[in-house]
């Protein structure tokens, strides 16, 4: 505790007892308790406020990375599926692994 030894913590409270006496001694240390308390409270409301904070610019990083990724893919779709530009026909003849062709009629030979 700041390289203070219990010798110099008994000649400090001496010291304080004399100065501020036997009444005002009771209320000087629980105001500094407090004062301590305080600011230990002050401390850590400052130190979640900063841990929440990077918290959700993480969440916003991530989520932009996130929808410019999803952006990509759909552009990526969107392409891919405007590039066939078929006619029905041409449709048609893909599904049936050539051009069509009209069957013949069944009495030539």
């Given amino acids: 505790m ?3 030894g219990v010798p ?3 000649v400090i409270f001496v010291i304080a007892l004399i100065v501020f006496g036997p009444k005002k001694l009771p209320e000087l240390g629980k105001a500094l308790g407090k004062g301590i308390a305080e600011f230990k409270r002050a401390s850590q409301e400052v130190k979640d406020s900063i ?3 990077v918290r959700a610019a993480e969440h916003t ?3 932009a990375k996130l929808k410019a990724d999803v ?3 759909v ?3 969107e392409n ?3 590039e066939p530009s078929q006619t029905p026909e041409a449709k048609k003849d893909d599904d ?3 051009p069509r062709k009209e069957p013949e009629a069944y009495g030539k030979s």
Avoid: M, N
Wanted: cysteine-free.
């Fill in 75 to 77: 552009k990526e779709a």
């Fill in 8 to 10: 110099e913590l008994i």
């Fill in 80 to 82: 891919t599926v405007a």
């Fill in 71 to 73: 952006e990509g893919v």
């Fill in 51 to 53: 841990e929440s904070e």
């Fill in 61 to 63: 990083i991530d989520t």
């Fill in 2 to 4: 700041f390289g203070l």
């Fill in 96 to 98: 049936l692994g050539g």
